[in-house]
């Protein structure tokens, strides 16, 4: 069962719309800094992430829901969306999830992200069904691996010069959190003890 909004003590994540690409251009994607360890290049144009927003909106469509889902990042405090972050099913038996986000440069260091993800554990965990959520990052972007970690990821290991990205061989470390990681820690101390 899918929902379209997420809520946390500081963020709204909802389905990404159209709407979103004016901000997803002047918030993220046309900072070099942002988009650096990213699959796309800076946008140059609004016309790009307008582009960009058309074709996700386009893909989702096509996919089951609780496959594939975007979520725009919301600010409650101001109503921007600051970035997005989202996940895919990676393999339907293991019940296994990818999740990936971006977020603006101006947001960096808030927490944001790392309270983002664990609101979409609690949605990919106690709503969707999975049992693995992974996610991973370039080496080059050791800021990525905190919020994994401050998210409650575990590190699994890393895959050495497995990616080309914008003209390099890159090294990619991966991080996961399993069900029952994700209900082990919702438990009280009590509940643990009778076990």
């Known amino acids: 069962m899918a929902v379209n909004r997420l809520e946390t003590e500081r963020l ?5 719309e159209m709407s979103d690409a004016d901000a997803m251009f002047h918030n993220w ?6 988009v650096k360890f990213l699959p796309y290049d800076a946008h140059v144009s609004i016309e790009d992430s307008r582009n960009q927003m058309a074709e996700w909106i386009r893909d989702l469509d096509k996919v089951s829901s609780g496959s594939w889902e ?21 393999d339907r038996e293991a019940k296994s999830a990818e999740v990936g986000y971006q977020l603006g440069r101006a947001w960096w260091g808030n927490g944001y992200m790392a309270e ?13 069904g999975f049992n693995r ?19 409650g990821m575990l590190y699994e290991g890393t895959l050495r010069q497995c990616k080309f990205r914008k003209g390099e061989l890159v090294d990619r470390l991966y991080y996961a959190i399993l069900a029952e990681d994700y209900f ?9 003890q009778q076990k």
């Open 184 to 192: 082990g820690a919702k438990e009280s101390p009590n509940e643990k």
């Open 133 to 151: 959520v992974w996610a991973t990052y370039d080496s080059r972007n050791p800021g990525s691996g905190r919020v994994m970690q401050k998210a």
């Open 70 to 90: 975007i979520f725009a990042i919301e600010l409650k405090s101001t109503g921007e969306t600051i970035g997005t972050i989202d996940f895919h099913e990676t």
């Open 116 to 128: 983002a993800l664990r609101a979409l554990f609690t949605y990919c965990f106690e709503t969707v």
């Open 29 to 34: 994607a046309s900072d070099p800094e942002v």
């Open 12 to 16: 709204i994540l909802r389905h990404i």
